[in-house]
Every structure is written in C-alpha cells, then in structure tokens.
C-alpha cells in the first residue's frame, strides 16, 4: 500500500557561473543528499551546455535558455519509487568552450519525507 503521507520537501538549490565552465566538467554545487524524485535545471547561461550524472560523459545536451525536468514518481501508486540517487553530483560543460557563459546553471531537486 503506497504511504500518502509523505511530504514534497525541495533541497536548496544549486548553481554554476556561466562564465567559469570550460570544456572540462565543472559541478553543479554540492552532491543531492536525498534520493530526488523531482529534479528541474535550467540553462541561463546563453550557452548551449553539456549535462553529465557521472563528470565523464555526456547525457543531456541543453541549449542556451532551455530546461529539463524530471519527474520520476510525481503520479506513483506503487511502492516501487524511481529516483535519482542520493549523493548524485551534477556536472555541467561549455562543448564549445567559449567561455562566454553569463547568468548561471540552476539545478533543483525535490524528495518525499
């Protein structure tokens, strides 16, 4: 029986300067510390970036301006939960390595307590 009394509680955000990415991977602030059944990032760099869940290789490509959500249990009825693993550190590169980033990569993540 699913447990209908848990609660939407997001973490504090994280960020990374535009301007600080190069082609090398840089982290998205600290590693989430629960397991994230909501993560949103968003791209305000102006800047097409490289997005990895491992600092090797590349996953999500997002254009300057762009966002992706995940939501992996949002309508769940089961007590079989998909999430993104705790301690998870994002990562975030400029391909092109233009160095002209401005604004800032957000990253937010949300878990059931």
Known sequence: MP?????????????????SLTASYKTIGSVITHPSRQLIIVNNTGILVYISWDGTNDHV???AGASLVLDSSSNSVSDSVLATRAQTQFYARDP???????DNIYLSTFYAA
Do not use: M, Q, S
């Open 61 to 63: 490509a997002l254009l």
């Open 96 to 102: 092109a390595n233009l160095g002209t980033g401005t």
């Open 3 to 19: 447990n209908y009394n848990e609660n939407y509680t997001p973490e504090t955000f994280r960020t990374r300067t535009g301007a």
